[in-house]
């Protein structure tokens, strides 16, 4: 090994994600600090038939991620800048782009965009994830409007096999192809096959180290959130005024009990509005107390787990006052603000199976009642307590080929547990067992093993499963960037 990547590498190194549910321990894991460096080992790698995967914040539930040989953690790549002329085609100069390096948070993306003025369309409902590890498993965020993650990129520089240097985009991209070759040294490649298998491919293409987003002028969302009955909220679905407030909303999500109390389910329904004029700092709301701090607080989190290990019995009455206690009718700020809707406590416990379904609104009914219908049978049966509320968002389709909303208009029923709750692995592989038969189809970032087992799910729910494979094979030959993840889904 030559002395540059002995200086940036360590041995006998363990890696886990952020919740330590998945461990790796690498022959080597490596700190790159610029693309050469990725590119020697690579090299590196491809000498000694090594595989070699790339790994960000750590806060996918799932295998994706995981790496057995070489390892390279990209926090060193975080920087942001415009992405302009001379690069961008005449036809597109009026829109905004920037180019973010791999390793950069979201939240870091946030703030430095919100210094110039620019904002990104949407997000997942936290900020912990570097932009390569949440495009690379199909973060979705909210809205039947807006796009998801993979959608909101124009293009993808990555590192390929032999070390080459490549910028993929779709067929019609935003780059001027002559400029690109007088003003870089990267092999510009403007194919839909081959981008819209790379931007959602767990890394399987090759090492990505920074990413086009096309972004827009800083805005601000009023969010406000009311309470009402699953009985009402399902009478709104059957007659169609439910799914019309979808559409009429910028973003509309809700979160019901799934535990029955005194004959119902309550639901709490979240709307989120864009404004372009910042508000008065005195008129500007907040979020509750609740909101605002009990999700960042670890010993709140972790009296939660307690109280859900030793008191069973009150989970049910503990989601239903955490619902009405987040009531507030209206709360202004800037846009990535509002759109998180995490915690630093739930990175550290929260745990769950997300499962994508078609927006339908029958099907909406049907989930739902068999969530319910479920949950009332595990405390029946085992006294398992589901200790959350189940977060429900819409998206619109996507055009990434692995994208769970691949299909068309999709709905994402989450089924969210903590860390250290007894029973929290039975709970979620018993929902996957019950919601994947209801055509839900796991995300890939979270628990979803159920799929190891179950290629057939994936080439129904995936129609270009086979496209993806062959750009796969072209991309990567040699298998250096897959991992078993990969291999298990059957998507090798």
Do not use: C
Not at 9 to 17: E, I
Not at 155 to 179: F, H, K, Y
Not at 389 to 404: E, M, N, V
């Amino acid at each position: 090994m030559n002395p540059r990547l002995a200086k940036i590498s360590k041995t006998r190194y363990t890696w886990n994600n952020i919740l330590g549910n998945v461990k790796s321990n690498p022959l080597l894991y490596f700190y790159p600090e610029h693309v050469d460096d990725i590119r020697e080992i690579i090299l590196e790698a491809e000498e000694k038939g090594y595989r070699v995967r790339a790994v960000g914040s750590g806060h996918s539930f799932s295998e994706a991620a995981k790496g057995d040989e070489f390892m390279m953690d990209m926090k060193w790549f975080r920087n942001i800048v415009v992405y302009q002329a001379p690069f961008v085609k005449p036809p597109n100069a009026n829109n905004k782009y920037v180019l973010v390096d791999a390793g950069t948070t979201i939240k870091r993306t946030n703030r430095k965009l919100d210094d110039l003025g620019l904002a990104l369309i949407n997000m997942g409902a936290v900020d912990f994830q570097t932009a390569s590890g949440a495009l690379l498993t199909g973060t979705h965020g909210s809205g039947i409007k807006m796009p998801a993650f993979p959608d909101m990129v124009r293009s993808i520089r990555l590192v390929g096999r032999n070390a080459e240097l490549i910028q993929v985009e779709p067929t019609d991209g935003i780059t001027d192809p002559a400029a690109h070759q007088q003003h870089s040294n990267i092999r510009l490649i403007q194919d839909d096959d081959i981008f819209y298998s790379t931007v959602l491919s767990f890394g399987a293409m090759g090492i990505v180290y920074q990413i086009v987003f096309e972004v827009v002028p800083k805005y601000w969302l009023v969010e406000s959130r009311y309470l009402d009955t699953w009985s009402n909220v399902k009478k709104q679905i059957q007659d169609g005024s439910f799914m019309a407030k979808v559409y009429q909303n910028d973003f509309l999500s809700f979160r019901v009990n799934p535990h029955e109390i005194k004959g119902d389910h309550l639901v709490s329904i979240i709307l989120q509005n864009r404004e372009y004029n910042p508000p008065p700092k005195w008129k500007r709301g907040m979020r509750n107390l609740i909101s605002t701090v009990g999700g960042d607080l670890e010993f709140i989190v972790e009296g939660v787990i307690r109280a859900a290990n030793f008191k069973p019995d009150l989970t049910p009455k503990k989601i239903q006052t955490s619902m009405k206690l987040m009531k507030y009718k209206r709360h202004k700020d800037k846009s990535y603000r509002v759109l998180f809707q995490g915690g630093a406590a739930a990175l550290r416990y929260g745990i769950s199976s997300e499962f994508a379904f078609r927006a339908d609104p029958q099907l909406l009914i049907d989930v739902m009642e068999k969530i319910f219908a479920q949950t009332k049978y595990l405390v029946a049966y085992a006294k398992l307590y589901h200790p959350s509320y189940i977060p429900l968002r819409f998206t619109q389709q996507s055009k990434a080929y692995l994208s769970t909303a691949g299909k068309g208009e999709t709905m994402y029923i989450d089924v969210p547990t903590l860390y250290g709750v007894l029973g929290f692995e039975d709970l979620l592989e018993s929902y996957q067992e019950q919601l994947i038969p209801l055509g839900g189809f796991p995300h890939w970032g979270k628990m979803n093993k159920v799929l190891y087992q179950r290629h057939d799910v994936i080439q129904q729910a995936i129609p270009k499963y086979q496209k993806w494979i062959n750009v796969r094979r072209q991309m990567d030959p040699d298998g250096t960037f897959i991992n078993d993840f990969i291999i298990k889904m059957g998507l090798k």
